[in-house]
Nanobody, 123 residues
Framework: VQLQASGGGLVQAGGSLRLSCAAS????????VGWFRQAPGKEREFVAA????????SYADSIKGRFTISRDNAKNTVYPQMSSLKPEDTAVYYC?????????????????WGQGTQVTVSR
């Protein structure tokens, strides 16, 4: 499965962005989908994960209450809605799909990775 992340851009602190992760090649409706991010000079870190049905969702503490993740399996797409953005949210955001219907925050839970989309939050 190929993943395409989009929706990144430049936004002021306090603003919002809606990212998208679209799958092609085959459906990922039976797979958990996660988001990670990587800031310059830092390791890639977990942001959020959503189970195959959307019934199980987990968030990193750093974004809890500000980000909401959802999915539309009919469109083969996952949407993180990011609000109250902070400069420290600046990073390349990657979507990733697991082989299983449920996955958590471990990098090793995931098999397929998209190319990433840049999010820059200015002060």
């Amino acid at each position: 499965v190929q993943l395409q992340a989009s929706g990144g851009g430049l936004v002021q602190a306090g603003g919002s962005l809606r990212l998208s992760c679209a799958a092609s090649g085959r459906t990922f409706s039976n797979n958990a989908v996660g988001w990670f991010r990587q800031a310059p000079g830092k390791e890639r870190e977990f942001v959020a994960a959503i189970s195959w049905s959307g019934g199980r969702i987990s968030y990193a503490d750093s974004i809890k209450g500000r980000f909401t993740i959802s999915r539309d399996n009919a469109k083969n797409t996952v949407y993180p809605q990011m609000s109250s953005l902070k400069p420290e949210d600046t990073a390349v955001y990657y979507c990733t799909a697991a082989l299983r219907p449920y996955a958590a925050s471990a990098y090793t839970d995931y098999r397929y990775w998209g190319q990433g989309t840049q999010v820059t939050v200015s002060r």
